[in-house]
């Protein structure tokens, strides 16, 4: 199979379930070597040069996007203080409105 047809292939019900679960891996934890260098690369750097640097490094395929460092972060930093308040996401805020 090409590059091409693995990337614009058909994925089955279940693949599609898999990756929009609840509670799915983040594509960072996934790969041991990005696991590695997104966690030294947060402390000093931004969720956009990770991203970019990431890319450079691992190609496109195994590098996550900056909202996927950033899904990383915050599940790492809930897994030291679960206390953290969670912010309300965009539909619950209308609900309230009304």
Known sequence: MSDIEREFRLL????????????????????????????????????????????????????????SVHRYWLATLRARSPDLPRLPNAKSLRARKT
């Open 12 to 67: 089955s019900a279940a693949e599609r379930r898999m990756r929009h679960l609840p509670g799915a891996s983040l594509k960072v934890t996934r790969d041991h070597e990005v696991w590695l260098f997104v966690d030294f690369a947060l402390e000093t750097m931004t969720f956009v040069e990770i991203a970019k640097a990431c890319r450079e490094k691992f190609g496109v395929e195994r590098s996550p996007s900056k909202s």
